[in-house]
C-alpha cells in the first residue's frame, strides 16, 4: 500500500507523518519551528523532517500551514505565520524539489475540515463545515469531499462573520466580527467581565481556580468550575451560548450542512456548551430546514487532524491529476 507525507507547520511546532490510504499515522516527527531561521531555515526544516518519515512507499507530500494559501500554486498570499520571508517561497514547489515528490499546500483550517470529513467526527457528511474556536475562530469547507476554497482562498473565515454591524472594530478591518464574540479568549473575556462586574457572591469558585487573580480567568476555568456545577460559570456558558448561536446558526443558512464540527480549546467542553448552543438554535437563530438536516459535533482528530488532512490534500490532488496511479 503506499503512503503520503503530511507536514502541520505552526508557529511555534512543525509535526510531520506518514499516513497511509486510510488514514492511518504510521510514523511521526515534530520539532520546534526555527521561527529565528526565518523561511529558508524554516523550509529546511520540513524537507528535513518529511525526508526523516518517508519510506519506498511514499508517493506525494502535503503541508498545511496558517495563513491564506493559494492551493493551485501551493504557496502563501500575504502573511505566513509570523516566519519572516516565508510568503517568498512556493511552498508546495520547493518541498517537490527537495524530497522529488510531488508535492501541495493547503491552509491548516481547511485540512483540519478534510480529515473531520475522511475518518473523523465528520465521516461521511456531504457537507461539512469545521469551527474552530481558539484565540480567534478558524475553519474551514468541505462538500462532497473536496476543499471548498472561494476565489480568493479566504472562504470558511468565520471569525470575521459580522454578527453586529454597530459592535466594535476588529483587528481585520471590520466591525462586530464574531470571533470578539465566540471565540474561546472571548468566553474569557466575557468571565473577566462578569466578575469585575460581581459584588463577590457566587465566585467562590472562579476566586479558587484562577488562584485569587480573577483577571487571568480562562475559558478553560470557566469550563472547569461549570462542569463542577458552579452555577455563576454554567451561567457565563449561557450567555456565550448565544452569540456562538448566531454564528452557527448564519453558517447553517448559508451552507446548510448536514455536519458542523467544533474544534479548538473548548472542544472537551462542547458537552456542556453544546446543549445551550442547541437550546438557542432551537428558539430562532436558523431556518428549521437547515437546522434540522445539521448536527454539531466536537472534533475527533484533535492534534493530528493537520497532518492526517495535509495527507489527504495530498491524495485527492494525485489522484485527480492523474500523477500518481498507485493511489
Ligand atoms: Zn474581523
Redesign the pocket.
Known amino acids: 500500500m503506499s503512503n503520503v507525507i503530511g507536514i502541520d507547520l505552526g508557529g511555534t511546532k512543525i509535526l510531520a507523518a506518514r499516513v497511509d490510504e486510510d488514514g492511518r499515522i504510521l510514523a511521526k516527527h515534530h520539532r520546534a519551528t526555527p521561527v529565528e531561521e526565518g523561511g529558508e531555515g524554516v523550509m529546511a526544516a520540513l524537507a528535513a523532517l518529511a525526508a526523516a518519515v518517508r519510506d519506498d512507499a511514499s508517493v506525494g507530500v502535503g503541508v498545511v500551514s496558517p495563513g491564506m494559501i493559494d492551493a493551485g500554486r501551493g504557496s502563501f498570499v500575504g502573511a505566513a505565520c509570523n516566519i519572516p520571508g516565508l510568503e517568498k517561497i512556493p511552498l508546495a514547489g520547493r518541498l517537490a524539489e527537495a524530497l522529488g515528490l510531488p508535492a501541495f499546500a493547503e491552509n491548516d483550517g481547511n485540512a483540519a475540515a478534510l480529515a473531520e470529513n475522511w475518518i473523523g467526527a465528520a465521516r461521511g457528511a456531504k457537507i461539512c463545515v469545521m469551527l474552530t474556536l481558539g484565540t480567534g475562530i478558524g475553519g474551514g469547507v468541505v462538500m462532497g469531499g473536496r476543499i471548498y476554497h472561494g476565489v480568493g482562498y479566504c472562504s470558511g473565515e468565520f471569525?470575521?462573520l459580522s454578527i453586529d454591524y454597530k459592535g466594535p472594530k476588529?483587528?481585520?478591518g471590520?466591525t462586530g466580527?464574531a470571533?470578539l464574540y465566540a471565540s474561546a479568549r472571548a468566553l474569557a473575556v466575557l468571565g473577566r467581565q462578569a466578575l469585575a462586574a460581581s459584588d463577590g457572591t457566587g465566585i467562590e469558585k472562579l476566586i479558587e481556580l484562577s488562584r485569587g487573580d480573577t483577571r487571568n480567568i480562562t475559558s478553560k476555568m470557566i469550563c472547569a468550575a461549570a462542569r463542577e456545577g458552579d452555577a455563576f460559570a454554567l451561567g457565563l456558558l449561557d450567555k456565550y451560548a448565544r452569540p456562538l448561536a448566531a454564528v452557527l446558526g448564519s453558517v447553517m443558512n448559508s451552507y446548510n450542512p448536514d455536519r458542523i464540527v467544533i474544534g479548538g480549546g473548548l472542544c472537551p467542553s462542547w458537552d456542556l456548551i453544546g446543549p445551550r448552543v442547541e437550546k438557542e438554535l432551537s428558539e430562532g437563530r436558523a431556518l428549521p430546514a437547515a437546522r434540522s438536516g445539521c448536527t454539531i459535533v466536537p472534533a475527533a482528530l484533535h492534534e493530528e487532524a493537520g497532518v492526517i488532512g495535509a495527507a489527504r490534500v495530498a491524495m485527492n490532488q494525485l489522484r485527480s491529476s492523474g500523477i500518481s496511479r498507485r493511489l
Open positions: 471569525g470575521h476588529c483587528s481585520c471590520g466580527c470571533e
